[in-house]
């Protein structure tokens, strides 16, 4: 687990009650006099439209059950991790936690999590496929329940690829990774400040992308050995995605070497203004875009390119999780059977701008709509599979301490593939190898 120094533990357990005291009502969990349960369900929404979703699914649950009551407590994605593992030790944590499925491994394994196996209803097992239980699964046991997605996509700019004449990709048949190369080659003109690129690549946290991309060129990096250990491999495949952003930014000059610093966020303005031709992003930035784009804007949503691997793509699912201190654990676990319904999954998913995992609520006519490309995200709904690096322990402080400074110094030019592949495989192996002792 992450290592924290005492004062920032003081911090998290402070900002830990502090968040208890935030919620709808300060009561906390528990029993009271009358034998009415109360659960507190922690929630890491934070976009209006899923907030309202969550909080009005809660109201439904707690008009329906007035003995099993479920108190809203609001969250925050920046600091889950550290405050979770605080309130963990301190035998505070929330009854009902959401996270996402790649911070769970060190909380399953450490025993802070409730084995779900048995506890699971049949129905909402068999609404969510194989797959997506993959990514909540650690060892033998399931630790928490997968419901929302994103895949990577590309936002392109709809009048200048029309104008090009380039072929355009669909999910059944996406562009390969070397025609993306020669796509946004041919989308790059001009010099100086007013170059257009074919692609601007924000890639401030450049290894989930990396990672979750190179699946779909037969790269996975994460591997086992023969006793089950997680190590470092860099194959082929996993060359494919970091050589295509470098080639793009340093040699064919289609990407711009100043959007490699940059948040999603932080390149729609270039965007909009006609600079970049297209951007990689996460599914759920098209809200953004379809609340911000100037008045007559025309965008479209591409698959992102494939190659050996098919049009496959990592993703760490949002889940929710129960305490295995929570005494409630029936109670918690019907109220996420109720909240996972297909109709709600579904409210929750358009609240998000992501896709459900559930068969179910992914039949919703609004979630296939061509219309700001949920047809295109439903398309690729059957080929997301866990993120490489789902189940592997360490790979936190892997990917704070290795990863991250070695890609993004290979992408701007500053070290070459074998020093990149020196610092992944020699210094990643170290990192990991304290963590399966």
Not at 59 to 68: C, G, Q, S, T
Not at 284 to 309: D, M
Not at 336 to 342: A, E, Q, S, V
């Amino acid at each position: 687990m992450r290592r924290i120094t005492k004062l920032a533990v003081a911090a998290t357990a402070l900002a830990s009650l502090l968040l208890t005291g935030c919620s709808d009502d300060g009561d906390g969990g528990g029993r009271d006099a009358d034998g009415k349960v109360t659960l507190r369900f922690q929630s890491l929404a934070w976009q209006k439209e899923s907030v309202d979703a969550n909080k009005e699914l809660v109201d439904e649950w707690n008009a329906a059950h007035p003995d099993v009551r479920v108190e809203y407590v609001q969250g925050s994605w920046d600091s889950v991790h550290d405050q979770l593992l605080t309130s963990f030790e301190g035998g505070e944590a929330p009854d009902i936690i959401h996270d996402a499925s790649d911070d769970l491994a060190d909380f399953a394994y450490g025993g802070y999590l409730t084995d779900l196996r048995e506890l699971l209803p049949a129905r909402l097992k068999g609404d969510i496929p194989q797959r997506s239980w993959d990514t909540t699964t650690f060892g033998d046991g399931v630790y928490g329940v997968p419901f929302l997605q994103e895949p990577r996509v590309l936002i392109a700019n709809e009048k200048i690829l029309k104008e090009s004449g380039v072929r355009i990709p669909t999910a059944e048949k996406p562009w390969s990774w070397p025609e993306f190369r020669r796509i946004t080659k041919k989308l790059s003109d001009g010099s100086g400040d007013g170059r257009k690129f074919g692609v601007a690549w924000p890639l401030k946290d450049p290894v989930s992308a990396t990672l979750n991309l190179g699946l779909s060129a037969g790269g996975r990096l994460f591997h086992r050995d023969a006793d089950g250990k997680a190590e470092v491999r860099f194959t082929e495949g996993d060359a494919v995605v970091p050589d295509t952003v470098r080639d793009q930014v340093n040699a064919d000059k289609s990407a711009s070497a100043a959007t490699l610093g940059m948040g999603g966020s932080d390149t729609l303005p270039g965007f909009f203004g006609g600079k970049y031709a297209m951007v990689p992003l996460g599914f759920s930035y098209r809200q953004q875009i379809a609340q911000q784009a100037p008045e007559g804007f025309e965008w479209t949503v591409l698959p992102a390119p494939a190659g050996a691997g098919g049009p496959a793509q990592g993703v760490s699912p949002q889940t929710l999780s129960i305490a295995e201190e929570s005494p409630y654990k029936k109670e918690a676990m019907e109220f996420i059977d109720f909240f996972l319904r297909p109709a709600n999954m579904a409210r929750l998913a358009k609240g998000d701008w992501m896709l459900p995992t559930g068969t179910g609520a992914l039949e919703d006519p609004a979630l296939r709509a061509e219309k700001d490309g949920w047809a295109t995200g439903a398309a690729l709904a059957e080929h997301l599979v866990p993120a490489p690096a789902q189940s592997v322990r360490g790979y936190p402080e892997w990917k704070d301490k290795v990863a991250t400074p070695a890609y993004q110094e290979y992408y701007s030019g500053a070290i070459d593939a074998d020093e990149l592949e020196k610092r992944l495989v020699e210094d990643g192996n170290l990192v990991l190898a304290r963590y399966q002792r």
